[in-house]
């Protein structure tokens, strides 16, 4: 999470706590990984498999990381890219954290160390500079047997045999 970010969602979070306004919403696409030991921490408390190791590896399959560092995903359906726009207040974020604050630069923050401050990317398609997300991701490469329910809610999703023969929805 870069300090924009942070700086934007605290703003946000105490106007509306000072308001007593119900949470904003906001859309701001970010493209974001927890540390190493966030992830290790949940296979740690029961859950043989989820740790960084695994759910990275996912990630990375899940991403195309225009402009990323070395180590990123180029070959996933997700797109992601640090924007190509930065206004002239944010251009001092970095230089002035780094040089005041003394908290380093940090450019690799989706490769287990988030620590730092830094542009983060967003999920954004470097191409078009069009938001990127499951649905346009995903979808153009299901096969013809997929079926979507809009404005449904489920309650059960029947596997038998690593195969979904039947859901109940509503
Ligand atoms: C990754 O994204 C870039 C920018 O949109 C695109 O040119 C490239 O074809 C994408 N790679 C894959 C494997 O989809
Ligand atoms: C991080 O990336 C920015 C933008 O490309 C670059 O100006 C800066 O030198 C990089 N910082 C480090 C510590 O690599
Ligand atoms: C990204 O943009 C390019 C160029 O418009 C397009 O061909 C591609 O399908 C887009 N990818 C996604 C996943 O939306």
Redesign the pocket.
């Not at 398609?125 to 078009?128: D, L, Y």
């Given at each position: 999470m870069g300090l924009s970010t942070l700086l934007l969602w605290a703003g946000l979070s105490v106007g509306a706590l000072a308001s007593g306004a119900p949470r904003p919403k906001v859309y701001d696409y970010i493209w974001n990984r927890a540390a190493v030991v966030e992830y290790d921490q949940w296979e740690t408390v029961g859950n043989p498999g989820w740790n960084w190791k695994s759910m990275s590896t996912a990630m990375l399959k899940a991403e195309?990381y225009t402009g990323g560092p070395a180590g990123s995903g180029t070959k996933g359906?997700?797109?992601a890219s640090v924007s190509r726009y930065v206004p002239e207040h944010q251009k001092l974020f970095v230089p002035t954290v780094v040089g005041s604050l003394g908290i380093p630069e940090n450019n690799n923050s989706l490769q287990g160390n988030p620590i730092g401050v830094m542009f983060q990317p967003s999920s954004v398609?470097?191409?078009?500079y069009?938001r990127?997300y499951s649905a346009?991701?995903y979808l153009?490469k299901a096969g013809s047997n997929l079926e979507i329910l809009t404005n449904t809610l489920v309650a059960k999703v029947n596997l038998k045999k690593q195969t979904r023969t039947s859901s109940s929805h509503r």
């Open positions: 195309n359906p997700l797109h398609n470097a191409t078009n069009v990127s346009n991701a153009p």
